[in-house]
């Protein structure tokens, strides 16, 4: 549900005849903070984890179980593979529905750039390193913030304890404020899944998928999440 309204709202923009075109950087961000609260409220059951860098921020933060209610989980290196697998999986799923939702849209666009970027993101200016540091601070944000919003009182950790909309609007707010260098991954299932997508897809006129580039919103919101998870420790005191 995530990746699906996520790089359905970029398709929407990007892709010519569609009726958003042009529609902008911020109907973009929008979109993403609704497909985030869109795929919280139905994962819900799994304590809504989306993000293999929240995932992995909560287990650098101490998470003890994964999981909500009844069908929480410990955490161990099995439970964390797993979900991250599952998120992976289900990011590749979301962008080929996607595909299929605007599959004359794609077969009529003429840049292959416009048709990668609805699976997967890219720098404005490329330099890897500045590129790695940008993902860092948006994924520390993102991180960070929800795991403050984690010891609010009565609450648990985790995204599906918060709700799903101050998530959402954190979404649209880090896009907003530093989504412009990267297009703001801050999520490595939501750019490696959709750009498997994009590579195995019968995609008319795609273009490569950028591999070279790949690697940077994966690492960089690994990085970012676990030290806003080891961070968080320090700075954020547990108000009970």
Do not use: C
Not at 93 to 114: C, R, S
Not at 174 to 194: K, Q, V, W
Not at 202 to 208: A, C, E, Q, T
Not at 219 to 239: C, E, M, Q
Request: charged share 10%.
């Amino acid at each position: 549900m995530l990746v699906l309204l996520g790089t359905g709202v970029v398709a929407n923009v990007a892709l010519i005849k569609n009726k958003g075109f042009n529609g902008g950087f911020l109907m973009v961000n929008i979109g993403w903070g609704i497909a985030v609260f869109s795929g919280v409220v139905v994962a819900y059951n799994s304590g809504a984890h989306l993000n293999p860098a929240v995932t992995l921020g909560l287990v650098a933060n101490g998470a003890k179980t994964f999981g909500a209610g009844n069908a929480t989980v410990d955490v161990n290196f099995g439970t964390v593979a797993l979900f991250i697998l599952a998120q992976l999986l289900g990011a590749i799923i979301g962008a080929v529905f996607t595909w299929l939702a605007y599959k004359k849209h794609f077969d009529e666009e003429p840049d292959p750039a416009n048709k990668l970027g609805v699976f997967s993101t890219g720098p404005a200016i490329r330099s890897y390193g500045w590129n790695l540091v940008t993902e860092i601070i948006g994924t520390f944000v993102l991180v960070f913030v929800v795991i403050a919003f984690g010891h609010q009182p009565g609450q648990a950790v985790g995204l599906a304890a918060l709700g799903a909309l101050p998530v959402a609007l954190l979404v649209i707010g880090i896009g907003a404020s530093l989504g412009g260098p990267t297009g703001y991954a801050i999520n490595p299932a939501r750019d490696l899944g959709p750009r498997i997508a994009h590579a195995i897809l019968p995609i008319k006129g795609k273009g490569g998928s950028d591999w070279s580039y790949a690697w940077v919103p994966v690492v960089g919101p690994i990085i970012g999440g676990l030290i806003a998870g080891w961070l968080a420790l320090v700075l954020l005191p547990i108000i009970k």
